[in-house]
């Protein structure tokens, strides 16, 4: 049994004042989730939003909208660190999931590698970006593009990305956001397919609300489904029940009247660790570019001491994480998959944990923990 930590990787959100929020929103039916549509615009900009019930639903919303577009296609290409629902959405819908390398040092999938095996029996990319980093979306994008390939963007770790010095809803066709605790935005569940395609946007809220052509919910005037009374009930796919709770809705709303504090705190928690951790032989950080959306603070150190270092931190009461089970073609559950060499995901995979910098976690229980872990990294 798993002892709590002193420091862990997040803490307990605070609910101080949202019973008179909710008192005072919580009204009229799917009133909630209309106005966060409507207010995660300041984040998504100009990117269509359908809300769903958790960021694996989100992927897997995404999986039914590539089978009905390319469902031809059976090849879906991910990097080597992707989460267990984001590969089962597409091996449960038929599809054939393809792993493929990561950068050197990095966290996402490597251009170079992807260039090898994209072809035109590809029906899609799916790229994470892991831990907040972003992908190389622009020779990501071009290639899929080249191939007819769909590109759908895992963004469930980040919010308000940037890569290439553009915002991810730039690129490619779909992106996913999980609201789960940990995450920049926390609904206490819940997630986001994103789109700035109408044609899709329209195709996501069929498969999410049943598989049905009414789209009174949302847009009255493109309504195309037949008049009568099955008018909320004509199905034009099979689809899904996958929508946000309007209490969930609720609470994300209110999330986000402090979003702008909270991100400006994890932000703070990032330099603390990056300051705290300067310097040390033999250890790996990465730099605080403007355009990551940091998830946690990872730490790269030689395989060697991994174990013992790792154990001495959790006994000192900090807690650490492996990289999401490190690569993911390891795990029983996903040793059939299809892949090349993956030596860069497994090197990256065998030295690196994270710490955290959630927004819950103190100031001083950050400085704690950073001079705790800075102490037994300094040890031989």
Not at 149 to 171: F, H, N, P, W
Request: aromatic share 8%; net charge neutral; glycine share 8%.
């Amino acid at each position: 049994m798993r002892t709590k930590p002193t420091y862990p990787c997040t803490g307990r959100t605070s609910i101080d004042g949202f019973d008179a929020f909710l008192k005072q929103e919580l009204k009229d039916r799917r009133a909630n989730i209309k106005k966060l549509t409507s207010e995660l615009g300041l984040i998504t900009g100009d990117a269509c939003v359908t809300l769903v019930n958790s960021g694996s639903s989100a992927n897997l919303t995404t999986a039914i909208l590539v089978k009905e577009r390319c469902g031809q296609r059976k090849r879906v290409l991910m990097a080597g660190f992707s989460f267990p629902t984001t590969i089962s959405s597409y091996t449960l819908l038929g599809f054939n999931v393809q792993l493929v390398d990561n950068e050197v040092d990095g966290f996402n999938l490597d251009p170079e590698s992807l260039g090898q095996v994209i072809g035109d029996d590809v029906a899609a990319v799916v790229v994470t970006h892991f831990l907040g980093f972003p992908a190389k979306l622009e020779r990501i994008s071009a290639m899929c593009q080249a191939a007819g390939a769909m590109l759908v963007q895992d963004a469930c770790e980040t919010m308000d990305l940037k890569a290439d010095g553009r915002s991810i809803y730039e690129y490619g066709d779909v992106v996913t956001h999980s609201f789960y605790h940990p995450h920049h935005l926390s609904a206490f569940g819940g997630g986001v397919v994103a789109t700035r395609s109408k044609e899709l946007y329209d195709q996501l809220q069929s498969i999410v609300h049943w598989g049905r052509e009414c789209r009174c919910h949302y847009d009255p005037t493109s309504c195309t489904a037949p008049h009568g009374l099955n008018h909320n009930f004509w199905y034009v796919r099979e689809g899904v029940n996958l929508e946000l709770s309007e209490l969930n809705a609720c609470f994300a709303r209110w999330q986000l009247r402090s979003w702008d504090q909270q991100e400006s705190l994890r932000w703070e928690h990032w330099r603390t660790w990056a300051t705290a951790l300067a310097g040390l032989e033999g250890v790996q950080t990465w730099p605080a570019k403007q355009n990551i959306s940091p998830f946690v603070f990872p730490i790269a150190i030689e395989p060697i001491r991994f174990s013992s270092v790792t154990d001495r931190i959790q006994q000192a009461g900090v807690e650490v994480r492996s990289l999401m089970g490190g690569a993911i073609h390891r795990h029983p559950a996903y040793r059939h998959l299809a892949h090349g060499r993956l030596s860069n995901c497994e090197h990256i995979g065998r030295r690196s944990f994270f710490v955290g910098i959630h927004q819950t976690l103190t100031r001083q229980q950050v400085v704690e923990a950073s001079t705790i872990v800075r102490r037994v990294l300094s040890q031989p």
